[in-house]
């Protein structure tokens, strides 16, 4: 099982290159039997990368070996556990304040914008608004009232721009990122 989880493993690191390269020249080539066999081979791809996925969340023997080895962990002797040990502390404790900060991003909204005269308030054409959103799947279907409709929004913030894909990628590179600065200052 061993031998095949690392092979299964090269294909999937070396097949990430591969398969982008293959896109952008399907992109350009438009060639109808190579943009078929590419779908293939990227369905093949996507069958390891969730096996690899699950296997790694499963397996902890097989997380520790492909996860070390992504991270650059090198644990000689007592000391450098010991090292790890806080490294890995400190990149879970900026980890889960970059989560933090980004939770509040995505809820909160802010939107300062002007009203047409006959809608003023009070006399005043000019607002804003606080607000927060929360939901737990992808509102696809948003609806925008009538009443907000009207105005002209100056500047409007409604969370990230970023796509969920973006963010966890970002994540783990910062995990990844944080764990050998701070293994470099600790090891001083």
Same mark, same amino acid.
């Given at each position: 099982?061993?031998?095949?989880?690392?092979?299964?493993?090269?294909?999937?690191?070396?097949?990430?290159?591969?398969?982008?390269?293959?896109?952008?020249?399907?992109?350009?080539?438009?060639?109808?039997?190579?943009?078929?066999?590419?779908?293939?081979?990227?369905?093949?791809?996507? *069958?390891?990368?969730?096996?690899?996925? *699950?296997?790694?969340?499963?397996?902890?023997?097989?997380?520790?070996?492909?996860?070390?080895?992504? &991270?650059?962990?090198?644990?000689?002797?007592?000391?450098?556990?010991?090292?790890?040990?806080? @490294? &890995?502390? &400190?990149? =879970?404790?900026?980890?889960?304040?970059?989560?933090?900060?980004?939770?509040? =991003? %995505?809820?909160?909204?802010?939107?300062?914008?002007?009203?047409? @005269?006959?809608? @003023?308030?009070?006399?005043?054409?000019?607002?804003?608004?606080?607000?927060?959103?929360?939901?737990?799947?992808?509102?696809?279907?948003?609806?925008?009232?009538?009443?907000?409709?009207?105005?002209?929004?100056?500047?409007?913030?409604?969370?990230?721009?970023?796509?969920? %894909?973006?963010?966890?990628?970002?994540?783990? @590179?910062?995990?990844?990122?944080?764990?050998?600065?701070?293994?470099?200052?600790? &090891?001083?």
């Amino acid at each position: 099982m061993k031998r095949l989880d690392v092979i299964i493993l090269r294909i999937f690191l070396c097949g990430l290159p591969v398969l982008a390269g293959i896109a952008v020249f399907n992109h350009f080539s438009g060639v109808r039997a190579l943009y078929n066999m590419s779908g293939f081979l990227f369905a093949i791809w996507m *069958i390891l990368s969730v096996y690899l996925g *699950i296997r790694l969340v499963v397996s902890g023997d097989f997380r520790d070996r492909v996860l070390v080895r992504l &991270t650059f962990i090198r644990e000689r002797d007592e000391r450098e556990v010991l090292l790890t040990g806080k @490294a &890995t502390k &400190t990149a =879970l404790m900026t980890s889960m304040a970059v989560l933090i900060l980004l939770f509040c =991003l %995505s809820c909160f909204q802010v939107s300062f914008f002007k009203l047409p @005269a006959d809608k @003023a308030i009070d006399g005043k054409t000019r607002g804003f608004s606080l607000g927060l959103n929360f939901s737990l799947f992808n509102d696809q279907g948003k609806k925008i009232s009538e009443e907000v409709s009207d105005r002209y929004n100056v500047f409007s913030y409604n969370g990230l721009p970023l796509s969920s %894909s973006t963010v966890i990628l970002l994540l783990i @590179a910062w995990q990844i990122i944080s764990y050998n600065c701070v293994m470099k200052r600790l &090891t001083r």
